[in-house]
T-cell receptor, first 112, second 117 residues
Framework: EDQVTQSPEALRLQEGESSSLNCSYT??????LFWYRQDPGKGPEFLFT???AGEEKEKERLKATLTKKESFLHITAPKPEDSATYLC?????????????FGGGTRVLVKP | GAVVSQHPSRVICKSGTSVKIECRSL??????MFWYRQFPKQSLMLMAT?????????EQGVEKDKFLINHASLTLSTLTVTSAHPEDSSFYIC?????????????FGPGTRLTVL
């Protein structure tokens, strides 16, 4: 069974204090790993898709990396508007309907 | 691009009534749409996968007679919560997969907050 574990569950940062979020996964083969951002009371917003180990993607202050066992979301010099829950999800070969398996999320709070 | 809408954004209903939630892909065609449920401070729980023109595939433990899903066109899927009860109160989110590839991204709607009194 595919499993996704995110850590830490919650993260409090000062503005400008860089940090990393972890997403560990267990799948029998990986079609894709997805990162989403979710604000309270809203649907997840797509950030990145990573397909193979060694791949990296960046968007503003966010950078996602991927190994064979985990992915990291690095937040560089965060601002208060980066406060959100960050969700990681994996898609495995043969997953019915190409469904995603989500981790529990990391709630990030950036204080000014 | 890749915008998904949901309607309504909030709904309050009495116990025993049925509620319909619409999910639309506004600027792309979605052969597959997904319905999720999310409880406070928890992650998304997949309820069902909906393919245009065919019956939905429900996850284990989800009552298909209670949560009716219709995917009548490439841009519209609906979720009807039948005979709603307070325990059905939750945040319902749909997503739509753009394209027909295996790793095409799912784009999510803004969600619908259902409160059953």
């Amino acid at each position: 069974e595919d499993q996704v574990t995110q850590s830490p569950e919650a993260l409090r940062l000062q503005e400008g204090e860089s940090s990393s979020l972890n997403c560990s996964y267990t799948v029998s083969g990986l079609r894709g790993l997805f990162w989403y951002r979710q604000d309270p009371g809203k649907g997840p917003e797509f950030l990145f898709t990573l397909y193979s180990a060694g791949e990296e993607k960046e968007k503003e202050r966010l950078k996602a990396t991927l190994t064979k066992k985990e992915s990291f979301l690095h937040i560089t010099a965060p601002k208060p508007e980066d406060s959100a829950t960050y969700l990681c999800a994996v898609q495995a070969p043969g997953a019915a309907g190409n469904k995603l398996t989500f981790g529990g999320g990391t709630r990030v709070l950036v204080k000014p | 691009g890749a915008v998904v809408s949901q309607h309504p954004s909030r709904v309050i209903c009495k116990s025993g009534t049925s509620v319909k939630i619409e999910c639309r892909s506004l600027d792309f065609q979605a052969t597959t749409m997904f319905w999720y449920r999310q409880f406070p401070k928890q992650s998304l729980m997949l309820m069902a996968t909906s393919n245009e023109g065919s019956k939905a595939t429900y996850e284990q433990g989800v009552e298909k007679d209670k949560f009716l899903i219709n995917h009548a066109s490439l841009t519209l899927s609906t979720l009807t919560v039948t005979s709603a009860h307070p325990e059905d109160s939750s945040f319902y989110i749909c997503s739509a997969r753009a394209g027909g590839g295996f790793t095409d991204t799912q784009y999510f709607g803004p969600g619908t907050r259902l409160t059953v009194l």
